[in-house]
């Protein structure tokens, strides 16, 4: 098992003692789990802090052992003003994680793709017109952040009867720090034209890679995460969606590697680990790991 850098109670302490600082600040919380604080607001994205995947599978031909601790309870964040999931699979969209949530922070803004917006409401146990569902190219402001949502391919652009998109990635834009969380995606074609423009500060991408064996939906593997950072100019990279179960997981040293040969800004961060952000870079770390 995978020790957390830092969990429960030294993980809250760090995250109390940035409270209201300026800029922002970025912790992973493990898969493709992030909490990110700006000013005074906390956003979750992604947040997988159960052990539902492992008690469904056991004792199945697709077991998911986890690797690694959990870094927090999700009962313990009552601070949390946002969270965010990219599509539907439960490592993103988990119920055991989101009700929890709900039930201690009240005002919770919730922001889906708008093609799963009941099954959201659903898992998270609240009103069906409580999630804020957005599709591909549309945007919206939530106490004063601004998400920008982002096609995704996992492995398809798949969408609904109604033509939205299934999959998304979010560009989360807040004082003045761009962060592009990809949700679970493959390289598209256009893909890293439509992220230009949006000059990525800060990009959080999978590597566990795209292998059928698996008989899960894929990824970015370490060269093409790598490969997409650099086409998008992105400041910095972290990878993510690793370590968390044994059978879908990748080894983050390629990563690194492949990052310091084509020389892109990059960190590697421990569970429950947090970095500074300002403007996309990072205050008191070294920008390549």
């Not at 109670?9 to 898969?31: F, H, K, N, T, Y």
């Not at 804020?132 to 106490?143: E, M, N, R, T, Y």
């Not at 423009?197 to 959080?204: E, H, W």
Request: net charge negative; proline share 4%.
């Amino acid at each position: 098992m995978i020790a957390a850098l830092q969990r429960d109670e030294v993980l809250l302490a760090d995250i109390r003692s940035r409270r209201g600082a300026p800029g922002v600040d970025l912790w992973w919380l493990g898969q493709s789990g992030y909490l990110l604080r700006a000013g005074d607001k906390h956003v979750l994205i992604d947040p997988y802090l159960s052990d539902s995947l492992t008690r469904k599978y056991a004792g199945t031909d697709k077991p998911h052992v986890r690797m690694s601790e959990r870094v927090i309870d999700p009962e313990r964040l009552d601070f949390i003003d946002i969270v965010t999931a990219s599509h539907a699979h439960t490592d993103h969209l988990d119920p055991e994680t989101l009700a929890p949530l709900f039930r201690v922070n009240g005002g919770l803004r919730f922001v889906v793709p708008a093609a799963i917006a009941g099954l959201a409401a659903e898992r998270a146990g609240v009103e069906a017109d409580a999630p804020i569902g957005l599709d591909a190219g549309a945007s919206v402001d939530v106490d004063g952040i601004r998400i920008h949502a982002i096609p995704a391919a996992h492995n398809r652009l798949d969408r609904d009867a109604l033509g939205r998109h299934l999959y998304l990635g979010y560009i989360i834009d807040a004082f003045g720090s761009r962060i592009y969380h990809s949700g679970d995606t493959l390289w598209y074609p256009g893909m890293e034209e439509g992220l230009r423009s949006f000059r990525v500060d800060v990009a959080l991408l999978p590597i566990n890679g795209n292998r059928p064996e698996r008989r899960v939906a894929g990824n970015l593997d370490a060269a093409e995460a790598v490969g997409l950072a650099a086409a998008i100019g992105a400041g910095l990279t972290i990878p993510c969606h690793y370590d968390m179960f044994t059978f879908n997981t990748a080894d983050v040293g390629e990563f690194s590697l492949a990052a310091s040969r084509v020389g892109i800004g990059h960190r590697v961060l421990g569970l429950g680990e947090g970095i500074r952000l300002s403007g996309g870079e990072m205050v008191g770390l070294v920008g390549k790991n």
